[in-house]
């Protein structure tokens, strides 16, 4: 069966984003860049990745990814419809009414979505990189959890889980450090 994975960067105080989107606080080393492009190139746009000579670049872990509509709506600002279009992609949604390109699609029930898309055959794991309210509905599906934590403090904006009270065990599995102060940790589903 495969797995969901919420692999996602976070600020020392748990936001994923700041209040309205922004990500460009993250600090970004050369040394960390070259884990991301060599360990998760799947993870990048892929109008980013052709600017990184990575076109071609095989899928290392994530065949699908599943997003809500705070994670896309970027893409969409710039003229990008199909912002990862090296892998299969689902956008989450209730308000947006429809998405034009056939590469990406539009669902209304992530949750059953997820459970499908889990039980069928695929050459991967499925991403999910949010948002929060997204992963806070996802929470029970959520296998992995791969968390690239920042040493910043945001103050406010988007938190990574933004649901109500329901603990949820995972047992950390490996962490590795890079020369920004980032730390990266991988964590499994305990139970």
């Known amino acids: 069966m495969r797995a969901l994975v919420y692999y996602v960067g976070i600020s020392l105080d748990g936001y994923i984003a700041g209040p309205g989107g922004e990500i460009d606080f993250y600090p970004v080393s050369d040394q960390m860049m070259r884990w991301i492009t060599e360990s998760y190139p799947e993870t990048l746009p892929t109008h980013i990745r052709s600017k990184l000579g990575l076109e071609d670049a095989p899928n290392r872990r994530f065949d699908t990814l599943v997003m809500g509509l705070g994670t896309y ?61 997204l992963a806070a509905s996802l929470l029970p599906e959520i296998d992995e959890l791969i968390i690239k934590t920042y040493p910043v403090v945001a103050g406010a904006g988007v938190p990574v889980f933004a649901g109500g009270f329901g603990p949820a065990p995972f047992t950390p599995t490996a962490r590795e450090e890079f020369d920004n102060g980032t730390q990266v940790t991988w964590l499994a589903r305990t139970g």
């Open 73 to 133: 709506r970027p893409a969409l600002d710039i003229g990008v419809t199909s912002p990862y279009a090296h892998v299969r992609q689902y956008v989450a949604s209730t308000t947006l009414p429809e998405i034009a390109d056939p590469a990406v699609t539009l669902v209304r029930d992530p949750l059953g979505l997820v459970r499908s898309l889990k039980a069928a055959d695929g050459d991967g794991d499925i991403w999910l990189a949010g948002g929060g309210r």
